[in-house]
């Protein structure tokens, strides 16, 4: 009984994988403008592979890391949470590429998928490796640098970072619990640099709203918690990881960002 439903969890994950391709070549072939289609064909290329080097990356990057001897076994759920996370950047992704010259567009989808990976692997393992945020946080400063807004790169990251850190400690000083937390300050601060200054207070707010939502869907749905916090008192606790919604935040504020280069909407519809 137990082999049929994994071989049945197995197809199901299978055509859904295939169907989000199909979805994605359709809409592109179906779209009235040339620069829209040809950045849904590239995207439809580019998804199934980043899908591919996910799984090898979540699966070996913990032990790179130490946090375990081998390479835990993929989960039904868990494929289903990296093919979301990858169609949801693929998604934003074409309306970058559709919309902005190419080099800001492909700046936007490298942090994207950065923040991308560390979600996932908050959201598995509770671990925010730095090997992963400090890439993220220098390419927000190079292309900061590049689009010749780096000192409001580094203000934004200065600015997420410090309002980050405070927050953390009152709420570990209120609640007398271990919520300060290295990877959700370095984060926060990647972010930032992305989001740059004029964007910061936003992704802070967006972050704040859509992690006690996450808290919430997950407490009434009785989804495990996979970060392991220390009390100030007989006891142990767990809280949600903020890594989702940190990326969640990011490529809202990103979107949001670009909203004026974005043309009318109607390009983006099939048939309209």
């Not at 359709?26 to 998804?47: E, N, Q």
């Not at 927050?167 to 740059?196: K, Y």
């Not at 990881?241 to 949001?256: E, N, T, W, Y």
């Amino acid at each position: 009984m137990n082999g049929n439903r994994i071989r049945q969890s197995t197809i199901g994950d299978k055509l859904l994988f295939v169907a989000a391709i199909a979805g994605l070549v359709l809409w592109s072939l179906l779209a009235h403008d040339r620069g829209v289609s040809a950045a849904g064909i590239c995207v439809a290329i580019w998804f199934p592979l980043s899908v591919l080097l996910y799984r090898f990356m979540l699966r070996w990057l913990p032990v790179i890391g130490c946090i375990r001897a081998t390479p835990s076994e993929e989960t039904s759920q868990g494929r289903r949470e990296i093919t979301a996370g990858c169609l949801l950047v693929a998604s934003f992704s074409i309306v970058f590429l559709a919309c902005l010259p190419p080099l800001h567009a492909v700046e936007n989808i490298i942090g994207l998928n950065f923040a991308c990976l560390a979600a996932l692997l908050d959201r598995r393992e509770g671990w925010l490796p730095n090997y992963i945020l400090i890439p993220m946080l220098l390419t927000g400063l190079i292309s900061g640098m590049v689009n010749d807004n780096v000192n409001t790169a580094i203000s934004g990251a200065a600015i997420a970072w410090g309002i980050t850190s405070l927050a953390l400690v009152f709420i570990s000083v209120s609640l007398r619990a271990n919520f300060l937390s290295g990877g959700d300050m370095t984060m926060a601060t990647a972010c930032g640099a992305w989001a740059g200054s004029d964007n910061v207070t936003l992704f802070l707010l967006l972050s704040a709203c859509l992690h006690w939502m996450f808290c919430v869907v997950m407490r009434h749905f009785s989804i495990q918690p996979r970060r392991y916090i220390d009390l100030d008192r007989p006891g142990s606790g767990w809280v949600q990881p903020m890594g989702p919604s940190f990326a969640f935040s990011l490529a809202i504020v990103l979107l949001l960002h670009n909203m004026p280069d974005i043309p009318d909407w109607k390009y983006f519809i099939p048939g309209y």
